[in-house]
């Protein structure tokens, strides 16, 4: 089975403070994803890579950086936290080639106050 | 306009009947169309896709796609209570999936 584990599922933290969201997957999957999930808003695309090292901007890049140094795993870097990225964060994983069929995490409730 | 377009809901429907997801999406360059279900509290599963026009169907669901008319549905019969989640409908185009908003089904007994 697909595992994609999330470092915390719960987290809370001050306006202007430096979060990192962590996720590793152990499929050896080439693809990963980050993700906020807003209620009537959907899953929106914050950032995705295809391999080591490489990044894309997805559809709402601004206030997060990512990084990916090792194929397992892929961290979310909010610079200086707003109360407006308060959200659920999905990170997801795909085989190469397959990038519709992703796996999720169970997700990192983040509250910013 | 929204790329891809679902009825929030929450759709009501009696244990044993047909439910019906529908989603309406406007890129016609969209090729493959999958369903996602989530849950409460829980993450997105892949749980079908099509990629021609017509049904395609997986045991209790089947999926339907029509490209002229721009509109996927997901049909589930013999609803039972372990479908009442929320249905996200994700179009798939330049190596990404553009997803909705999501359905939430509500399956009484």
């Known amino acids: 089975d697909v595992k994609v584990t999330q470092s915390s599922r719960y987290l809370v933290k001050r306006t202007g403070e430096k979060v990192f969201l962590e996720c590793v997957q152990d499929?050896?999957?080439?693809?990963m994803f980050w993700y906020r999930q807003d209620p009537g808003l959907g899953l929106r695309l914050i950032y995705f890579?295809?391999?080591?090292?490489?990044?894309e901007k997805g559809d709402i890049p601004e206030g997060y950086s990512v990084s990916r140094e090792k194929k397992e795993r892929f961290s979310l870097i909010l610079e200086s936290a707003s109360t407006n990225q308060t959200s659920m964060y999905l990170c997801?994983?795909?085989?190469?080639?397959?990038?519709?069929?992703?796996?999720f995490g169970p997700g990192t409730r983040l509250t910013v106050t | 306009q929204k790329e891809v377009e679902q009825n929030s809901g929450p759709l009501s429907v009696p244990e044993g009947a047909i439910a019906s997801l529908n989603c309406t999406y406007s890129?016609?360059?969209?090729?493959?169309f999958f369903w996602y279900r989530q849950y409460s509290g829980k993450s997105p599963e892949l749980i079908m896709f099509?990629?021609s026009n017509g049904d395609k169907e997986d045991g209790r669901f089947t999926a339907q796609l029509n490209k002229a008319s721009q509109y996927v549905s997901l049909l589930i019969r013999d609803s039972q209570p372990s479908d009442s989640a929320t249905y996200l409908c994700?179009?798939?185009?330049?190596?990404?999936?553009?997803w909705g908003a999501g359905t939430k089904l509500i399956i009484k007994p």
């Open positions: 499929m050896d999957h080439e693809n």
């Open positions: 994700a179009p798939h185009r330049n190596y990404q999936l553009i």
């Open positions: 890129d016609r360059g969209s090729q493959s």
């Open positions: 890579s295809y391999d080591v090292k490489m990044k």
């Open positions: 997801a994983s795909s085989p190469t080639g397959r990038g519709y069929e992703q796996y």
């Open positions: 099509i990629y």
